[in-house]
């Protein structure tokens, strides 16, 4: 995992989503920051006095690797693939807090389906919600989610619904989430 207030530059133009509005910005070739936030399969990168979150599939932008293939098992039934939605749910962090959005309680519910028929496709639903109802990365989450299922490809259909209610609060936090931020 790269160091925490690593410096990086911009190799190539690279979407990028400001933090907390979620408004798309293009960081061009050559511009300098300091990677803050490494984890699951984004980056979140301090520049020009603004946070900017990038997707992990542009991680060669500022010199890093992309993330790895999922493994999928051969023939997985319903079970295998909520595991790995989960798994894959744990790769998609909050942009200012290192807190994967599992373990932050964000994630109320999660379903997963086989699809009509033996087809060994599956559908995924996710009911989600944020830590404060007006910030401008829910649409970014969102994304991320529909992206880390399409890693896996015996998924053919997500739906993510964001919620307000009932409204996130810390106590949805796992308790090592609680530990890692310090209120417990």
């Known amino acids: 995992m790269p160091r925490v207030y690593e410096p990086v ?5 690279c979407s990028a989503a400001l933090v907390p509005s979620g408004a798309e910005v293009i960081v061009p070739e050559g511009a300098e920051g300091t990677l803050t936030q490494a984890l699951g399969a984004s980056f979140t990168i301090y520049v020009g006095g603004s946070l900017l979150r990038i997707k992990g ?13 999922v493994p999928i098992p051969e023939h997985p039934g319903v079970e295998d693939i909520e595991k790995l939605v989960r798994d894959q749910l744990r790769e998609v962090y909050d942009p200012e807090i290192p807190i994967n959005i599992v373990d932050l309680g964000l994630v109320y519910a999660l379903s997963v389906e086989p699809l009509s028929g033996d087809t060994g496709r599956f559908r995924v639903a996710v009911t989600m ?8 990365m829910g649409g970014v989450l969102v994304e991320e989610i529909r992206s880390r299922m399409a890693a896996i490809p015996p998924i053919e259909d997500v739906q993510v619904d964001l919620v ?15 530990l890692e931020s310090g209120l417990l």
């Open 9 to 13: 530059r911009f190799a190539r133009d």
């Open 57 to 69: 599939a542009d991680a060669d932008a500022i010199g890093h690797e992309p993330p790895p293939p």
């Open 129 to 136: 919600t944020l830590t404060a109802p007006g910030c401008g």
């Open 164 to 178: 307000f209610d009932p409204p996130w609060d810390m106590s949805r936090m796992s308790e090592e989430a609680r």
